[in-house]
């Protein structure tokens, strides 16, 4: 029992610790180097930093590294800390967030000197273009593939037991990380929205890990939710440093990558649900579309299409006259109604 604890807190408490020093250093540095972008959720329109997730993705690589190093030296903790994990798959984890995080930093830093046209608005950041997304976010498959994770028998809701062969490893990794990562930088325009969101999922998942999945998705999971955590301080209303691309591209393929190393896959994919709405409404947009809104004297806002809906911010802002941490609020409680939907169809044993 104390081996179990401990192994799950220290590379946690580890995690947490990196991602505020990183975040602290990662401000200031993107702001003079000019990765920033212009937050419009405020009336004076402020240029905030950028790409925020460089330093939750140094928090994950060092926090699972200081499980890896327990495993490989001896210590004084050591009758009490003994990691059992598979390193390899561990590796294949931190490699591919780290990927996909490097994809999302090369959309983040093509900021221009004026503003240009981008996603139904104008903006100082052009980012990769629509094609070359989901071509460079296989990447972040690859070290997945190559160890062949998980496994190729999923329970999926209503199916039962389905085997997949390799049908698993070669077209539903690569699948579910371009998706994950895609579909999960699609909702991020508000302060804190996209980390409230990787938070419940995350949190959701270390529960599940606990009581019906394995260790090692427990592990993950943990670290994932220190490190959110962490970052939070600093992205919750009032944003000091935004997410970016790197942020949301790595957290998304890093819940993607979870589901599969920890073995949840149809909880995953409830979980996941309000991100695949999120996709398709944009789809209908043709991915020219927003998920801000029209800021108001008022501080409140106005939808930005009227009672045309492209997004979940749409949807709130259509229901309900919401400021921004409102907006973020409100996602962050449709995030948890579906982590909620997941445990009860588990309970029921729909998968």
């Given at each position: 029992m104390y081996n179990t604890y401990l192994t799950?807190?220290?590379?946690?408490?580890?995690?947490?610790?990196?991602t505020v020093i990183a975040t602290r250093f990662i401000m200031s540095y993107m702001f003079e180097s000019g990765v920033i972008a212009i937050d419009y959720n405020k009336k004076n329109k402020p240029k905030i930093p950028s790409s925020g997730g460089i330093a939750v993705s140094f928090?994950?690589?060092?926090a699972v590294l200081t499980y890896i190093f327990g495993s490989s030296f001896p210590s004084p903790l050591h009758p009490f800390y003994q990691p059992v994990?598979?390193?390899?798959?561990?590796?294949?984890?931190?490699?591919s967030v780290f990927l996909i995080t490097l994809v999302g930093f090369i959309d983040d830093i093509n900021v221009k000197a004026t503003q240009t046209n981008t996603t139904g608005m104008k903006d100082i950041r052009k980012g990769l273009k629509q094609w070359q997304k989901p071509l460079l976010t296989f990447i972040g498959a690859i070290p997945l593939i190559a160890i062949n994770a998980g496994v190729s028998t999923i329970s999926l809701p209503f199916l039962g037991q389905v085997f997949l062969g390799l049908f698993y490893p070669l077209l539903i990794i690569p699948l579910a990380i371009i998706f994950a990562a895609n579909a999960f930088n699609l909702l991020g325009g508000f302060n804190g929205i996209s980390t409230g969101s990787g938070l419940v999922i995350s949190i959701g998942m270390l529960v599940y890990s606990i009581f019906f999945g394995t260790y090692i998705g427990a592990l993950l999971s943990a670290v994932l939710c220190s490190v959110l955590i962490a970052f939070a301080f600093f992205?919750?209303?009032?944003s000091k440093l935004l997410p970016g691309d790197s942020f949301t591209y790595g957290i998304g393929a890093a819940l993607a990558a979870l589901m599969i190393i920890g073995n949840m896959e149809a909880f995953g994919l409830i979980l996941f649900i309000p991100f695949i709405i999120e996709f398709l409404l944009h789809f209908k947009g043709k991915f020219n579309v927003t998920d801000l809104g029209k800021l108001r004297k008022d501080?409140?806002?106005?939808?930005?299409?009227?009672k045309k809906i492209?997004?979940?911010?749409h949807i709130i802002m259509n229901l309900k006259k919401c400021k921004e941490y409102e907006v973020s609020l409100y996602m962050w409680l449709v995030n948890i109604g579906f982590v909620l939907l997941g445990f009860a169809l588990k309970f029921l044993k729909i998968f």
């Amino acid at each position: 029992m104390y081996n179990t604890y401990l192994t799950l807190i220290i590379p946690s408490i580890v995690g947490f610790i990196i991602t505020v020093i990183a975040t602290r250093f990662i401000m200031s540095y993107m702001f003079e180097s000019g990765v920033i972008a212009i937050d419009y959720n405020k009336k004076n329109k402020p240029k905030i930093p950028s790409s925020g997730g460089i330093a939750v993705s140094f928090g994950i690589t060092i926090a699972v590294l200081t499980y890896i190093f327990g495993s490989s030296f001896p210590s004084p903790l050591h009758p009490f800390y003994q990691p059992v994990a598979n390193i390899t798959v561990l590796f294949a984890f931190i490699l591919s967030v780290f990927l996909i995080t490097l994809v999302g930093f090369i959309d983040d830093i093509n900021v221009k000197a004026t503003q240009t046209n981008t996603t139904g608005m104008k903006d100082i950041r052009k980012g990769l273009k629509q094609w070359q997304k989901p071509l460079l976010t296989f990447i972040g498959a690859i070290p997945l593939i190559a160890i062949n994770a998980g496994v190729s028998t999923i329970s999926l809701p209503f199916l039962g037991q389905v085997f997949l062969g390799l049908f698993y490893p070669l077209l539903i990794i690569p699948l579910a990380i371009i998706f994950a990562a895609n579909a999960f930088n699609l909702l991020g325009g508000f302060n804190g929205i996209s980390t409230g969101s990787g938070l419940v999922i995350s949190i959701g998942m270390l529960v599940y890990s606990i009581f019906f999945g394995t260790y090692i998705g427990a592990l993950l999971s943990a670290v994932l939710c220190s490190v959110l955590i962490a970052f939070a301080f600093f992205d919750f209303y009032p944003s000091k440093l935004l997410p970016g691309d790197s942020f949301t591209y790595g957290i998304g393929a890093a819940l993607a990558a979870l589901m599969i190393i920890g073995n949840m896959e149809a909880f995953g994919l409830i979980l996941f649900i309000p991100f695949i709405i999120e996709f398709l409404l944009h789809f209908k947009g043709k991915f020219n579309v927003t998920d801000l809104g029209k800021l108001r004297k008022d501080m409140y806002f106005d939808p930005p299409y009227g009672k045309k809906i492209y997004s979940w911010t749409h949807i709130i802002m259509n229901l309900k006259k919401c400021k921004e941490y409102e907006v973020s609020l409100y996602m962050w409680l449709v995030n948890i109604g579906f982590v909620l939907l997941g445990f009860a169809l588990k309970f029921l044993k729909i998968f």
